[in-house]
């Protein structure tokens, strides 16, 4: 029972089929939406999402029978009991004291995308690891703006007050700079009375938006790596025995095509 139920939760086709009910979920959410859709098609609407329940319910019944005699190893993973809360929370009544958490998890089916997805689940993964390493990047970066704010406040605040006259605004047109947006506009307000005000802008840019914002594209790669190495050893890990197994089963069918073939060979 428990090899079925893994075959089954493990295949191409159920995963192709969770995805896709969980799109007919989001499609379904967002058609109700609209009332007068709900005036004339709401028994049908209402017929789906018992339908997409009923199948997210199998679903979670299956998974957690692929652990076979260990069902509580379903919850060791965080994605599992996230989607096990879902489908839970899913069940309860729409009208009543609990609608508002029945229609927040209904919604939050549509987020279970992630969980089924080994891509999107990564993506994710990756960057809550990025969390921490990316706060040192920020850092350098508020320290950097800070710098060239208190010095655009000096250089530019009496020529150009609209961008540089206060030092909270000389933030703002910093963190302006970040976006590229309106960056020449800025540096010919005050090109006339300072020539070499594009070392000002000029330098910021690269350093800034160049080689800081590159930080973290680096670090989420970096992470992203660390990620794929830690994903694969925990399915290494998560199945020994199976893989055992196969391995055991794979082995025995050489021998028996090495026996095959000496058999053969004595023969002639």
Known sequence: M???????????????VVMAVIVLNAVVIGIETNPEVMKRFGGLLSGLNVAVQTLFVMEILLRIGSHGRRPLAFFRE???????AVVALSLLPIAGPFANVARLARILRVVRLVSVSSDLRLIVNTMLRSI?????????LAMLIYVYAVLGFYLFGPDDPRHWGTLTTALLSCFQ???LEGWVEMQMA?????????LYFGSFIVVAVFVVVNLFIAVVLNNLDQAKLEAKNAE?????????????????????????????????
């Open 177 to 179: 700079l970040l976006t």
């Open 132 to 140: 921490p390493s990316m706060a040192h990047v920020v850092i350098l």
């Open 236 to 268: 290494i890990l998560a199945h020994p025995q199976h893989d055992l197994l196969q391995i055991v089963v794979s082995m025995k069918a050489e021998l028996e095509k090495i026996e095959e073939t000496l058999r053969q060979n004595t023969r002639n």
């Open 190 to 198: 005050v090109i006339a009375t300072h020539p070499l005000a594009w």
């Open 78 to 84: 965080g994605w599992n009991v996230f989607d096990f």
């Open 2 to 16: 428990q090899d079925k139920c893994r075959a089954i939760v493990q295949s191409l086709y159920f995963q192709t």
